[in-house]
Nanobody, 123 residues
Framework: QVQLVESGGGLVQAGGSLRLSCAASGRSFMSYTMGWFRQRPGEKREFVAGIGWNSGSTYYGHSVEGRFTISRDNAHLTTYLQMNSLKAEDTAVYSC????????????????WGQGTQVTVST
């Protein structure tokens, strides 16, 4: 398995931007599909974005498509989530996760998880 640590969360005004990072350690980072999820208080965890091993394939949840961009740097074992045009409803704990299934969106397909980072968007 791979160990994951997120960073980059914080407080931002609506309309602003944040970039989250997810640093990985362990074996075979390049073999994993990486994903970002978020969870608002009292709600189920929601898929945000995913990226294949070669960065050529990215896919997004409907609520963030066109505003968020996922990327990865395999040389530095890091996955990023660039979040633009943030809205109050983007406020959540964001977690990165690793899956051996290409194109995975279901959290059950992700075996490794980070601890999460809080993103708060103020209006």
């Amino acid at each position: 398995q791979v160990q994951l640590v997120e960073s980059g969360g914080g407080l931002v005004q609506a309309g602003g931007s944040l970039r989250l990072s997810c640093a990985a350690s362990g074996r075979s980072f390049m073999s994993y599909t990486m994903g970002w999820f978020r969870q608002r208080p009292g709600e189920k965890r929601e898929f945000v974005a995913g990226i294949g091993w070669n960065s050529g394939s990215t896919y997004y949840g409907h609520s963030v498509e066109g505003r968020f961009t996922i990327s990865r740097d395999n040389a530095h074992l890091t996955t990023y989530l660039q979040m633009n045009s943030l809205k109050a409803e983007d406020t959540a704990v964001y977690s990165c996760a690793a899956s051996t299934t290409w194109g995975a969106r279901d959290q059950a397909a992700f075996a490794s998880w980070g601890q999460g980072t809080q993103v708060t968007v103020s209006t």
